[in-house]
């Protein structure tokens, strides 16, 4: 059912480190409910639907984890593959300025008192 009227309220988190313990927690839970309902996962019986639990569930935990292993290889690769080393510098490189000029700009006090995502409007 769809409603264009309805609003939906989600109150805002006080602080990043009870957002961090209440996504922890989803997590944890997610994770404990996949395993104990794993026969989901079974494509034969259950279709598309275990590919899309599989994907939603799974895959997009593993893919920060994938990525890290990808720089690592790419370090390796560098060594042998100038391909690689332009890649490492148009990538691993740029990326780590950003990183720093967050941390320079005070990032995690300014996330910490934003309190949340506002939309247009938002007072």
Same mark, same amino acid.
């Given at each position: 059912?769809? /409603? ?5 309220? /989600? ?18 839970? $997610? *994770?404990?409910? #996949?395993?104990?309902?794993? $026969? ?11 590919? !899309? #639990? ?8 593993? /893919? @920060? ?10 370090? *390796? ?9 332009? /890649? *490492?510098? *148009? !990538?691993? !490189?740029?990326?780590?300025?950003? $990183? ?5 700009? $005070? ?12 939309? @247009?409007?938002?007072?």
């Amino acid at each position: 059912m769809s /409603v264009r009227q309805a609003v939906c309220f /989600v109150p805002r988190i006080a602080s990043l480190r009870r957002e961090y313990r209440r996504k922890v927690r989803t997590i944890a839970r $997610g *994770w404990r409910t #996949l395993y104990f309902k794993s $026969g989901l996962l079974d494509p034969r019986r259950y279709g598309a639907f275990s590919w !899309v #639990l599989a994907s939603h569930k799974i895959c997009r935990w593993l /893919v @920060p984890h994938a990525g890290v292993l990808a720089l690592a290889a790419l370090a *390796w690769l560098g060594r042998d593959a100038g391909w690689a080393r332009w /890649v *490492w510098a *148009w !990538v691993w !490189v740029p990326g780590c300025v950003r $990183g720093a000029r967050l941390v320079v700009a $005070g990032w995690p006090a300014a996330a910490e008192s934003n309190r949340g995502a506002r939309l @247009p409007g938002d007072r």
